[in-house]
């Protein structure tokens, strides 16, 4: 595709609720990743993958998160029984490789009330 | 680890007046350096980027940034800003090996007025 889509572009949940957010990367990109921009943490990495596996989830705030990515394309950030200080905009990237420079989606804005 | 430290939160500047935007960084390894720029409601943009080679890199609208390895600095500058340049600008780095995950500064918004 043309850039990187994220789907919904706004999504708000009731405290508790369970959430999927899904990314869409360039074509042909094999490295995403995930990240959350939040009013009082800033710019945050979450998790990245390689294909389909991800080396690296240190990122993550809590067991609550996990991601997964299928084919080597489409990713799913999904938050289990979602918190007030889960809302924020998350924000997905790719790259060709690892080590590419990183081009964003334009972030789900996730509002938890 | 790597740290991005961004002064300033916010610059408001007269349109047609020149702008410099502070970043340091901090790292124990060599590091890639990046510029990026969210416009009201839209997503994280790629401005400028260092990865080697010449130290003074510059984007298509007139934004130019230098890399000073000794000052562990890459400020972001344009001579002549204009109402459109209004946005959030972000520093960020990433180690040049390995996997380079982007750790950002907390972000310097951009306001020209007329």
């Known amino acids: 595709g043309a850039g990187v889509s994220q789907s919904p572009s706004n999504k708000v949940t009731e405290k508790g609720k369970d959430v999927e957010l899904r990314c869409d990367p360039i074509?042909?990109?094999?490295?995403l990743y995930w990240y959350r921009q939040s009013l009082g943490q800033g710019l945050e990495f979450l998790i990245y993958f390689q294909g389909n596996s991800a080396p690296d989830k240190s990122g993550l705030p809590s067991d609550r998160f996990s991601a997964e990515r299928t084919g080597g394309s489409v990713s799913t950030l999904t938050i289990q029984r979602t918190q007030q200080e889960d809302s924020a905009v998350y924000l997905c990237?790719?790259?060709?490789?690892?080590?590419?420079?990183?081009?964003f989606g334009p972030g789900t804005r996730l509002l938890v009330l | 680890a790597q740290s991005v430290t961004q002064l300033d939160s916010q610059v408001p500047v007269f349109e047609e007046a020149p702008v410099e935007l502070r970043c340091n960084y901090s790292?124990?390894?060599?590091?890639?350096l990046f510029w990026y720029v969210q416009y009201p409601n839209q997503g994280l943009q790629l401005l400028l980027k260092y990865l080697s080679g010449s130290t003074l890199v510059e984007s298509i609208n007139g934004f130019e940034a230098e890399f000073n390895k000794s000052q562990t600095s890459f400020h972001l500058r344009k001579p002549s800003v204009h109402i459109s340049d209004t946005a959030e600008y972000f520093c960020?780095?990433?180690?040049?090996?390995?996997?380079?995950?982007?750790?950002f500064g907390t972000g310097t918004r951009l306001l020209v007025s007329p």
């Open positions: 790292s124990s390894v060599s590091v890639y």
């Open positions: 960020a780095v990433s180690p040049n090996k390995g996997f380079q995950k982007l750790v």
């Open positions: 990237a790719s790259s060709l490789f690892v080590g590419e420079t990183q081009y």
């Open positions: 074509s042909g990109h094999t490295a």
